[in-house]
């Protein structure tokens, strides 16, 4: 079958899950539900080094009970060879680059992503991720997917060309930040929902054109499968610690309405 | 306003959340939402003692954003006074001690939850909790709440011996470990559910011909609600970890039901 | 295919390794390479609760990676329902209980194991284990062994008591502690040697009568082979901890001795 | 009341603590003293994220508790976009940003700590601050300050500068260093003790000039009294690492001292 | 030199330091200082399994950077065969085993810390511990001390029994403890005074008359003076937490007092 | 005596360990055994910087149990003043900067390990370090090791310039990466075997004319001495983990093969 980054290439549909619990058991339940992907992220959730490198473990132990394979995924915190390289040796199959501005920067993140055999800068050192990929480098290069982000207005400016960076796998838009580059003042800042589509639009435009995956954040399965609907070829639904957050608040309000005085 | 273990004594109506999960953060998200109470399940969640003393903070943080009480409660893994002295030093306003089987287990718990100004067995030194309650051993004797689990056979045929203890504040039904003792396969076991609903109606008289609090967990909202409109004097709702998890399989499954091929 | 209780039942030979360091990639390594277990030290090594949890997942994801079932276990520090619990609540498919003196002891453990389904004192909250086990505590019952220790003049003294308990699955015998009961100095100790084989014979003798596993710790492979070669049913190899220090003294000798000066 | 920042931006005077020990229940115990803020040393302390994330919730718990705002600050290891962004969302009222030097870097320092609606580049995702400070980045970019330290030779060479950056809220001498700077071989240094007041007067100057608040390190309260009382808008103490050791160095003189022989 | 334990044992006055705080890189700090010991309270303090272990470590680099011998000691959580093996193991030359009540107890003590060798349970696996005491468990029974405190009324009434139990090094008196146990409301109700000093007297000839060490817990360093100059033979100064607290209280208050307006 | 930057500079012949393990305990036991120096890997290991900061703690023990010196060192995971700091601050002897390219590069390095009295950017807080070296800064300057790996294209094609750099110690080889960057697939890439070691001679008689270190990274005791005999001046040997995995696949392989069936 074919690895996540293969089928991420290939522009499969996929349905992932965002992650921001540092508990593995956590990522272990969350990947036996059979989600395409699970992603961890290390730039606003609650994870350290430990956190990624342990519940990578844990996705893999899901995925195994599931019986499916399950791409562990790493929002990284910033677009550094050294944060990169980490993300990639702990196990992921893919990292997700926050705050792509322009070209030059997609470059970095995809020589951060590759050995020299691929063009890249990584060093050699997979002491989990080898586990699995062997120690070919010409291997690893191609199991692991370079996702970068749009969600900055220049990055929105520049996104065909950012697209067109060899090596780049896929394009992921943070709506939040988007929106406020846009000058919203919410995710549904009614003012700005015009302009929003329009951005959604011109960066998918731009990954369809490029061949290349085109992804995007949401809070909901439903969300995700509109936007899979629309064309975007993968979506995460976000995140444990948000849905958990929702479902205290509701029973409290349920079992308080419910109460007989 | 009356502390939390005084409400409890005072058999107010009280709902609150069972958390599972080791990340203080998630304690203080789920105070705020202004539950009565949150409870550490130190037996069968993700806890250690960091994780109960951290979070303990974070149910303080997140109540006083609340502008609540909200009183942070540890299920103990075991009835020892070592570990009961610990929960209680972290800042525990109760205990829930597990699998109580007899009046002289009953004692036992309520003896290392008081010092012996109050004929207690306790020991000095609260590190954490002496900031709220002072050094005064009386007032922490009174501030602290030691309810005990009815969940065995041999509990329920004892509990209103059980219940009888000087220092028991409360009784908590386990209804999982309360099925299965009673025969149960499951917890909705329909061979066993008249059974079940006796042992409730038995608990339930023997705290309140006793005057001390009825407490019972369950897994959501409405139900909480139910049992407190039966009589019940606390609820407890369950828990972060599972609802997160039902979540998480919720999305996915939504997402892919929507998606057209 | 058997799950390990069942194999372990059934005397099939079984290989394992002991891990004392608390690191999950560490787990998933060693599971990787095929052992039938992988035991945590949780008396001796640098285990605490979260490392045996975290390194519990790391063992499937390293049994996953193999292609091959690896039962993990723990060796609990003590005989207690609390400890026990925790340890099968965190996915432990086999515990071993050090230190039993008497049938009395056993039977502590083997109820600290079993759901009242099982005529045991189990408390419900499998929140990792069920993942695998599923919610029937009747299949949970079967599918964990209760394995006790043998190591003390006591509990060689009982030893024929201690294995006719039901619900005992296997014997271990600690070398060490077993020896310095015997009155040796060391685990070579000479003068103690045919004691000690004596007492070897007695074990094994007395698990093979009652149809239950007979296991041993040993420092090494070709040891436990000898051992299992000797009637044993299985066999521990001790430990990543033992093994990198003394890699390291001779990795330092190997390079001290060729240096040319 | 007025926020923090608002209090620091309107030149209120300050005292502060400064922590370097990973541990959320310290954090509680010094903010209920009543300290107008607390500054964790996430560039020379003990701590990693999660010591400023869990104890910045210890910062309102003790808050709360003393009934007064304390605002949690963090020194942070570098002037990078992802470590600043990590220290807003864990729930930092303000940063501390080591070693500016040029008005190039402070602005990258403000930039950090704005979202697009006030012209930086701070991305969205306050996980733990958004509790409080709600979702509103308008809100977010007026209740963070964002204060740089001068302390090396080029910074005070560019302070009328670097303190011109529009955004920036308080400057903060770092003694040490900037004595070190100067060529001081101490903190103490005689030869230097004049170039260093004289820098001192011209950073308090700087800031008094632009109308942003003027702070500093000290070792003592008398010190920090006597800085405040010079001019200086504010003052850290620190630290509890370094004073708990000097009371168990004293301790142990004053006994050996009092032992008769 | 004479071993920690054998100098406790042969009544050599001793001063040590009292422990809260689980960051190993303050142990180094304080054993630094020349302290005869360095006691860890994992009974009311801060520590779990893993602060102890590498705080013990902490331990050894500062005694050795102060060229003086420390014993690391644990106050355990509680009198069990288990809990205190794992402290020896880990490297502690003594443990102080609270609530000590009767001659059984202590006689339980007393064999958790000895090996068959010495009549005693200790289970072999010292993996930190034999680093320094070797293999021979001969020799780690003689340089491990049992302490045991006299604390409660019942222990004070069976003072001189204890003291008897054959393997008791030392006698350890909780203050607070005690007073509570006499009545006292706090460490110093003036109505208690003389029952409190008596039962002091009491101890200290019991300890003196069987040949062992006399300790107890203070709160500075000219407490423990005026103990040890009374005939007791080890004191403790506690602690770490409570000395910075106060620190930061005192700091604050010199500041405010010192601020000219 | 020297210290290990004094020997360093001395080309004296040492031969270190590589630690990949985030257990304090392991890092003790590898220290003792008499290496002259062990090398945290921050970059490919599983450290994090509280394993680093507790890791050194052990060392020190572990030295001081040998009786030897033993230098701690991390090999950091970028050349980033804070992240240099940082490891310099827990008390590193030495780092060793990865994928260095340039001089430029190189002269940053330098900078990040000394203090502006050295000529270097180093921020002034060694909390752990300032233990043993004292307040004076010049010092620390001298103590501490500047190393740069050289395993680039770039950086082989600079080594003279690169090994110019004033303030550069020593030259460190990582032999994979330089093998992938000579277009080797693997480490034992027959075919780039010549090209291998002539780079290697290469940078050893750069190194050799500049007067500073020649180190190089091997997988064991006998390949470190080949390299010192060759003329390297230190040689690591790597891993742990590596050691630890091969020992576990190697007695499960022994054990497989001596069952008699
Ligand atoms: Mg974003
Ligand atoms: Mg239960
Ligand atoms: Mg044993
Ligand atoms: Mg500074
Ligand atoms: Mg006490
Ligand atoms: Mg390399």
Chains 1, 2, 3, 4, 5, 6 share one sequence.
């Not at 062997?134 to 996702?147: H, K, L, S």
């Not at 846009?182 to 800042?189: K, P, Q, R, V």
């Not at 490029?210 to 499968?225: E, F, K, L, P």
């Amino acid at each position: 079958p074919l690895s996540f980054a293969e089928r991420l290439r290939a522009r499969e549909r996929m349905i992932g899950y965002w992650t921001q619990l540092p508990v593995p058991a956590v990522q272990e339940r969350i990947a036996r539900h059979g989600y395409d992907y699970v992603c961890f992220d290390a730039q606003h959730g609650f994870h350290d080094y430990h956190a990624v490198l342990n519940g990578m473990i844990g996705i893999e132990a899901g995925a195994a009970l599931a019986g499916s394979a399950c791409g562990g995924m790493v929002r990284v915190a910033e677009n550094s060879i050294a944060v990169i390289g980490q993300a990639l040796d702990a196990g992921a199959r893919g990292v997700i680059v926050p705050l792509i501005n322009t070209a030059e920067e997609a470059k970095a993140a995809v020589a951060a992503c590759r050995y020299p055999s691929g063009g890249g800068m990584r060093s050699y050192g997979p002491m989990r991720a080898g586990l699995r990929s062997g120690p070919e480098t010409a291997v690893m290069n191609v199991e692991v997917a370079c996702i970068v982000m749009i969600e900055t207005r220049q990055g929105l400016a520049n996104v065909e060309e950012i697209v067109a960076t060899p090596g780049i796998d896929g394009l992921y838009i943070g709506p939040m930040d988007l929106m406020l580059a846009l000058g919203g003042s919410t995710i549904n800042d009614p003012s700005k929902a015009e302009d929003f589509e329009g951005a959604l639009a011109r960066i998918l435009a731009a990954a369809k054109n490029a061949g290349v995956a085109a992804g995007i954040h949401t809070m909901a399965g439903d969300i995700a499968a509109k936007r899979l609907n629309q064309g975007f070829t993968f979506a995460s639904v976000s995140s444990d610690l948000n849905h958990l957050d929702k479902a205290a608040a509701e029973h409290l309000k349920t079992a308080r309405l419910a109460l007989v005085s």
